[in-house]
């Protein structure tokens, strides 16, 4: 086995071993600051040290490894992914990137390239225990404020809490926030697209924009039994009408995503109508302006389901992150890598959000895609080809390369 194949099965393992750090027995559940992150930041860290990177944990639970350069005065290349995950996950998610980045890293050997190689683990992503996703990077570029700090998980506990209970300092978030640099992120594709074209690897042009919104449908709860459906006002009946005209006018319109992904009835008794419904909607379209106005159409579709039921209808709208473009000198830079490793060059847009639309705020930006077999993710059989990392690892140590030769 070659020694790059070596490094990428150790790359699996080590995802692996991050994969049983998890809120949860049987399945990977690892949300914003919960214990499990503790486990995973002391082996990440343990992977930095030993790949000669300083590391320190920062206060919104980024973990971050420091490879120094040659000159002080360098900007940065910044290669970072999350370690958070959804509810019952897959391994590679996330955590794949931030293993890729310490490979690139443990590739060099020792040597010292003129600029520094930053290494982030961001603390949340998904937006599972809050709602809203990216604390992590937000808290790189500045953008953690006190609305999100004050927003609340299901258990009642603040950002600003949980920062704290963790043992991490919210009134320093501002202190971590990076000024300059070049960022680079490596992620599986999440889609069928490259394996369906048989390639290992994509390069990615524009991450799509989502919108996050939380629904909440309100009727009277009743009586199953005694009370006739023409006199009901049942709520999860008036939801599933809408999350059906939803689902329908997405199908409809092209390149346009819906999803409603959590939904909870109340009071929840198989014997009482539902009074109450909270669901969540997920909206994503390459075109700004498509996704917002199918949220509005949404949103009125829901208004004219709830006057006709007697319901009362609310929104919370939780998350408008526009589509955001890569760089395009490091989108080349990185293609002309793929190239070089005799690899197809394949450019694609991003259907799932990451952290690089936020680092791209302040800093070119750069994503390089691993093919996803059998187009899972978000699910425990999410699965990745070791010689697509090790595909992945070639590229990389090419784009460094290009980047140490003067590259954007
Ligand atoms: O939901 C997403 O787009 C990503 O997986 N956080
Ligand atoms: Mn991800
Ligand atoms: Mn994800």
Same mark, same amino acid.
Request: contains cysteine.
């Given at each position: 086995?070659?020694?790059?194949?070596?490094?990428?099965?150790?790359?699996?393992?080590?995802?692996?071993?991050?994969?049983?750090?998890?809120?949860?027995?049987?399945?990977?559940?690892?949300?914003?600051?919960?214990?499990?992150?503790?486990?995973?930041?002391?082996?990440?860290?343990?992977?930095?040290?030993?790949?000669?990177?300083?590391?320190?944990?920062?206060?919104?639970?980024?973990?971050?490894?420091?490879?120094?350069?040659?000159?002080?005065?360098?900007?940065?290349?910044?290669?970072?992914?999350?370690?958070?995950?959804?509810?019952?996950?897959?391994?590679?998610?996330?955590?794949?990137?931030?293993?890729?980045?310490?490979?690139?890293?443990?590739?060099?050997?020792?040597?010292?390239?003129?600029?520094?190689?930053?290494?982030?683990?961001?603390?949340?992503?998904?937006?599972?225990?809050?709602?809203?996703?990216?604390?992590?990077?937000?808290?790189?570029?500045?953008?953690?404020?006190?609305?999100?700090?004050?927003?609340?998980?299901?258990?009642?506990?603040?950002?600003?809490?949980?920062?704290?209970?963790?043992?991490?300092?919210?009134?320093?978030?501002?202190?971590?926030?990076?000024?300059?640099?070049?960022?680079?992120?490596?992620?599986?594709?999440? $889609?069928?697209?490259?394996?369906?074209?048989?390639?290992?690897?994509?390069?990615?042009?524009?991450?799509?924009?989502?919108?996050?919104?939380?629904?909440?449908?309100?009727?009277?709860?009743?009586?199953?039994?005694?009370?006739?459906?023409?006199?009901?006002?049942?709520?999860?009946?008036?939801?599933?009408?809408?999350?059906?005209?939803?689902?329908?006018?997405?199908?409809?319109?092209?390149?346009?995503?819906?999803?409603?992904?959590?939904?909870?009835?109340?009071?929840?008794?198989?014997?009482?109508?539902?009074?109450?419904?909270?669901?969540?909607?997920?909206?994503?379209?390459?075109?700004?302006?498509?996704?917002?106005?199918?949220?509005?159409?949404?949103?009125?579709?829901?208004?004219?389901?709830?006057?006709?039921?007697? +319901?009362?209808?609310?929104?919370?709208?939780?998350?408008?992150?526009?589509?955001?473009?890569?760089?395009?000198?490091?989108?080349?830079?990185?293609?002309?890598?793929?190239?070089?490793?005799?690899?197809?060059?394949?450019?694609?847009?991003?259907?799932? $959000?990451?952290?690089?639309?936020?680092?791209?705020?302040?800093?070119?930006?750069?994503?390089?895609?691993?093919?996803?077999?059998?187009?899972?993710?978000?699910?425990?059989?999410?699965?990745?080809?070791?010689?697509?990392?090790?595909?992945?690892?070639?590229?990389?140590?090419?784009?460094?390369?290009? +980047?140490?030769?003067?590259?954007?």
């Amino acid at each position: 086995m070659t020694a790059i194949l070596k490094h990428a099965n150790e790359i699996v393992s080590r995802c692996r071993i991050l994969a049983s750090y998890s809120e949860e027995p049987e399945f990977l559940t690892r949300t914003f600051l919960s214990s499990p992150m503790r486990a995973v930041h002391a082996d990440v860290g343990n992977w930095m040290k030993q790949a000669g990177m300083s590391v320190r944990i920062d206060n919104a639970g980024n973990i971050r490894g420091c490879y120094a350069g040659t000159s002080c005065s360098a900007a940065p290349l910044i290669i970072g992914s999350h370690l958070d995950t959804v509810p019952h996950a897959g391994a590679f998610d996330g955590p794949l990137g931030v293993l890729l980045g310490i490979g690139l890293v443990e590739m060099l050997g020792g040597r010292r390239l003129k600029f520094p190689m930053h290494v982030i683990g961001f603390s949340e992503e998904e937006g599972v225990r809050f709602g809203v996703p990216f604390i992590g990077s937000r808290a790189l570029t500045g953008d953690v404020d006190n609305d999100l700090l004050a927003r609340m998980d299901s258990k009642g506990v603040s950002v600003e809490q949980a920062i704290r209970e963790f043992g991490l300092d919210p009134a320093r978030i501002g202190e971590d926030s990076v000024a300059a640099g070049r960022y680079l992120e490596l992620h599986i594709e999440q $889609g069928p697209v490259l394996e369906s074209l048989d390639l290992p690897l994509g390069v990615v042009e524009t991450i799509v924009g989502q919108s996050r919104l939380g629904v909440r449908f309100c009727g009277q709860a009743n009586h199953a039994g005694t009370t006739p459906m023409n006199l009901r006002r049942d709520a999860l009946a008036g939801a599933a009408e809408w999350m059906q005209a939803v689902e329908h006018k997405a199908r409809a319109t092209a390149d346009l995503v819906a999803t409603v992904g959590q939904i909870e009835a109340k009071p929840g008794a198989g014997n009482v109508i539902p009074g109450e419904v909270s669901l969540t909607l997920d909206v994503r379209h390459g075109s700004d302006a498509t996704r917002r106005e199918n949220v509005v159409a949404f949103l009125d579709c829901a208004r004219q389901i709830a006057t006709r039921r007697g +319901l009362n209808v609310s929104f919370e709208k939780r998350l408008d992150q526009p589509s955001v473009s890569m760089d395009g000198a490091l989108t080349d830079g990185l293609a002309r890598a793929v190239e070089d490793c005799d690899h197809p060059v394949h450019r694609m847009n991003s259907g799932a $959000g990451h952290d690089a639309m936020i680092m791209a705020r302040r800093m070119p930006a750069a994503m390089l895609f691993l093919r996803s077999p059998g187009g899972i993710s978000h699910y425990p059989d999410e699965a990745v080809f070791v010689e697509d990392v090790a595909a992945a690892l070639a590229v990389g140590a090419k784009f460094v390369n290009f +980047l140490e030769a003067g590259g954007e």
